[in-house]
């Protein structure tokens, strides 16, 4: 969604703000504008991409040592450079920027009309920046008060940036359901909306809550809430290196971050799993584990490729702990007013731990009275603050949009949290769980075995980076690899792709298999390989062109397919960790050899933050 950067001290503003807006990219945005103070204020601001915005503001004056800079994903008012932010008030006073959606915008703006306001935008962000005007000129109050009351008249989700002409020394931080963290430094503090751009300049944050409202001066922060209640700001520090956030050589992030996927899955079992690979110990969960293991049921939530990851979940807790699962869309989780028992467990799964589908779906599993568990990769976003307990996934900054290395630690969280709970329930032998743990210490070595044979898979991308559809088949763990190996070519190369199971085929898709159709098989050994031989048997029939994934050593699919891609032998409960390598690579391969922005797919955001 969205990215906010500011900055308050005594250095220049600018290169500060554009710096961080680069950071930012990542999440997805279509315009772009940053806000100087410097005696008077000056907003520069246009479509398109940070690189626009510095071309734009190439010859015009940027000084001033307050700023703020924001990239936009549009919500209201198509992506142009009137809606792009910051927004200034009608008489100039305040300059704004804004995270969320002011979903009582056209009721204020209604009133704001009737007292003679005119609107530039089709955006609620002005609306705001009108309505903490007409306050502070009708009112004669303070800035601070201004904003806090225009805060109050406000119903929907925000993070913002205000700062004001009259008040030079002064930049307000808001934040109501949309992150916002503020870094602090000597003389100075930057606003961002997720730590990245903060990293390069101090390692000590303080993360706003719901309602808070910061006001900071150069030399100070005053922490309240939007209510004039006192908070003591608390400082955290920042465990992110520069170098985790920056492309350290390769083309693009995202093939960086696929090719990080040994190290990071390592990451995330490090000090999860003891030296003697013999025990797992989760202390996110320790306090929980009681009512986990008597769970009546676990119902899993989340969206996009962290639900793929869930359906792994499934498959994973239902195997080991024999606990009825269901996994669920947070979306229609929240709106289908479901059935929650005092006695479920909810795991959420989230990489940026900000998806409002998400958050909203675990408030209402809390307001149920269902224990809450989250599974995260951004450490003090907002899902592990809400909920009772939970296990974050350590994968490092995820920067590319299409999720990879992500998806692989949730599901190795996931898995070590099956096998643990089977364990402790006596699902699982001993026996069993000692040769799962040996098992999932060995998945690193693996994918890297896999990523050496990245220039195979580059070939079978460049014979079919032109086609037009694809399908993805998979069966058991291997179905939901389908699922995510499919969303990721659509994401990135734009070719319509689908995921199904592959004994459904017979039920719908197989009416699309023609010669040009390519069909991804994912075809691993596990107990139901005979069958989806027999289905490769069935695209052949049809004249499909069928690139299978298969376990190292078959020599069966490697007559039959047209192409192959090898993985190593694993437990086939695990297998999901190695078998959605190669077709992470595969979609980045065609993505790259169609001339796709990779990194930033259009119309995609990082961080899902608006319903
Ligand atoms: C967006 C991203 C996806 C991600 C999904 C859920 O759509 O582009 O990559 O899977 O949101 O995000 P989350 O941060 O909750 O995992």
């Not at 580059?458 to 190996?485: Q, T």
Request: hydrophobic fraction near 40%; glycine fraction near 8%.
């Amino acid at each position: 969604m969205c990215g906010i950067v500011g900055y308050i001290g005594n250095k220049e503003a600018f290169p500060i703000l554009i710096s961080g807006l680069k950071r930012l990219e990542y999440r997805g945005y279509d315009s772009a504008g940053v806000a100087l103070l410097n005696g008077k204020t000056r907003i520069y601001k246009c479509k398109g991409k940070v690189s626009d915005l510095e071309e734009y503001v190439s010859d015009k004056d940027c000084s001033g040592t307050i700023g703020m800079g924001h990239t936009r994903w549009a919500t209201h008012g198509e992506p142009n450079d009137i809606n792009a932010h910051p927004h200034a008030s009608m008489q100039g006073t305040f300059v704004v920027i804004h995270n969320g959606i002011i979903e009582n915008y056209s009721r204020l703006k209604k009133r704001l009309e009737d007292r003679g306001y005119t609107f530039h935008s089709e955006t609620d962000t002005e609306v705001l920046a009108n309505l903490i005007e007409y306050i502070y000129l009708k009112g004669q109050v303070s800035a601070e008060i201004a904003v806090r009351l225009a805060l109050t008249k406000v119903v929907g989700a925000y993070g913002i940036l205000v700062a004001c002409q009259e008040e030079q020394d002064v930049m307000f931080a808001a934040r109501k359901g949309s992150p916002l963290v503020v870094g602090v430094g000597n003389g100075e503090f930057f606003f961002a909306s997720d730590a990245t751009p903060i990293v390069e300049h101090t390692n000590r944050v303080i993360y706003l809550n719901d309602d808070d409202v910061a006001i900071v001066r150069r030399d100070e922060i005053t922490l309240k809430t939007v209510l004039n209640v006192p908070l003591t700001p608390v400082i955290q520090n920042l465990d992110i290196e520069i170098g985790e956030i920056e492309k350290s050589g390769f083309d693009h992030f995202m093939l960086k971050e696929i090719f990080e996927q040994s190290r990071s899955i390592e990451d995330t079992f490090r000090g999860r799993i003891s030296h003697d690979r013999t025990q797992i110990n989760l202390g996110g969960l320790y306090d929980v584990w009681p009512t986990l293991m008597q769970a009546r049921r676990i119902l899993i939530v989340g969206c996009g490729t962290s639900w793929h990851a869930g359906l792994v979940g499934e498959y994973l807790l239902e195997e080991f702990s024999r606990i009825p699962v269901e996994v669920e869309y947070a979306s229609e989780f929240r709106y289908r007013n479901p059935i929650i028992y005092k006695d479920d467990v909810v795991i959420a799964i989230s990489q940026s731990g900000e998806t409002a589908d998400t958050l909203a779906a675990i408030r209402l599993a809390k307001e149920n009275g269902a224990l809450v568990i989250g599974i995260c990769n951004v450490v003090g976003s907002s899902i592990p603050r809400e909920t009772n307990a939970g296990v974050y996934t350590h994968a490092g900054p995820e920067i590319g949009v299409a999720s990879t290395k992500a998806f692989t630690a949730q599901v190795t969280v996931l898995a070590m949290i099956a096998i643990e709970l089977g364990h402790k329930r006596k699902a699982l032998s001993d026996e069993d769980y000692a040769l799962l743990i040996q098992n999932l210490v060995e998945i690193p070595g693996k994918i890297q075995k896999i990523l050496s044979h990245n220039d195979e898979i580059k070939e079978i991308a460049s014979i079919y980076k032109d086609s037009h559809n694809f399908l993805y088949l998979g069966r058991g763990y291997f179905f939901p690899v389908a699922l995510e190996g499919a969303l990721k070519l659509k994401e990135i190369s734009y070719i319509h792709a689908e995921g199904y199971p592959a004994a459904e085929m017979k039920h719908g898709p197989i009416a699309l298999i023609d010669e040009q159709m390519p069909v991804v098989v994912i075809a691993a050994k596990d107990k139901s390989y005979e069958k989806i031989v027999s289905n490769i048997q069935e695209v052949k029939a049809r004249k499909g062109i069928v690139i299978a994934l298969v376990s190292e050593g078959d020599t069966i699919i490697h007559d039959m397919a047209d192409h192959v891609m090898e993985i190593p032998l694993a437990d086939e409960a695990l297998a999901p960790l190695l078998a959605v390598i190669p077709l992470q690579l595969l979609s980045y391969h065609i993505a790259v050899m169609r001339g796709c922005n990779v990194d930033q797919p259009r119309n995609l955001a990082k961080s899902v933050t608006v319903e």
